[in-house]
T-cell receptor, first 112, second 114 residues
Framework: KNQVEQSPQSLIILEGKNCTLQ??????????LRWYKQDTGRGPVSLTI?????NTKSNGRYTATLDADTKQSSLHITASQLSDSASYIC???????????FGTGTSLTVIP | DTGVSQDPRHKITKRGQNVTFRCDPI?????LYWYRQTLGQGPEFLTY????????KSRLLSDRFSAERPKGSFSTLEIQRTEQGDSAMYLC????????????FGSGTRLTVV
């Protein structure tokens, strides 16, 4: 069964601190993995997209890693800001079919 | 191009009424998806279009739900005889080549059935 699991479910950190979010998946055959940021009441916004051959990709203070062998990905946020407070969703696409699979997200709260 | 647009942003309706949502994808994107998201949950797949053809429908899409993309551009999602359980965020996404370029989501339509 194709599944995407994220941890932790929620996280509270102090402004300026770093944090790492995890995504484990069983989707196969694998095509790509995306991290999205979703503010409350808004649609998801893409942060990074990684294919099978990519191990790491950065977008500003966001760095995503991918280990396709262990089927794990992480999203590292550096020097967190209050505006980073949101849900972070991992989305995995197989290279067959038309669906993509969402994790349930990590709710991040950055406090001053 | 301003991305994927969804209209309305919010909709409050009485139980039993019909509602229709609209999604305008990025103009060159031939693939369009509808997802439903309830509070605290990840989005759930509803249906997928490639151009005007509806190629896949989830079992979640009961006979009260219907989606169209008549000219392969904008899409509508209609819910007939709404129920309180239909209250959710309805997300639309579009893509040209998801393997390389990913998906772009709209801001969603928040439906509240009272």
């Amino acid at each position: 069964k194709n599944q995407v699991e994220q941890s932790p479910q929620s996280l509270i950190i102090l402004e300026g601190k770093n944090c790492t979010l995890q995504c484990n998946y069983t989707v196969s055959p694998f095509s790509n993995l995306r991290w999205y940021k979703q503010d409350t009441g808004r649609g998801p916004v893409s942060l990074t997209i990684m294919t099978f051959s990519e191990n790491t990709k950065s977008n500003g203070r966001y760095t995503a890693t991918l280990d396709a062998d262990t089927k794990q990905s992480s999203l590292h946020i550096t020097a967190s800001q209050l505006s980073d407070s949101a849900s972070y969703i991992c989305v995995v696409s197989p290279n067959t079919g038309n669906q993509f699979y969402f994790g349930t997200g990590t709710s991040l709260t950055v406090i001053p | 191009d301003t991305g994927v647009s969804q209209d309305p942003r919010h909709k409050i309706t009485k139980r039993g009424q019909n509602v229709t949502f609209r999604c305008d994808p990025i103009s060159e994107h031939n693939r369009l998806y509808w997802y439903r998201q309830t509070l605290g949950q990840g989005p759930e797949f509803l249906t997928y279009f490639q151009n005007e053809a509806q190629l896949e429908k989830s079992r979640l899409l009961s006979d009260r739900f219907s989606a169209e993309r008549p000219k392969g551009s904008f899409s509508t999602l209609e819910i007939q005889r709404t129920e309180q359980g239909d209250s959710a965020m309805y997300l639309c996404a579009s893509s040209l080549d998801p393997g390389n370029y990913g998906y772009t989501f709209g801001s969603g339509t928040r439906l509240t059935v009272v």
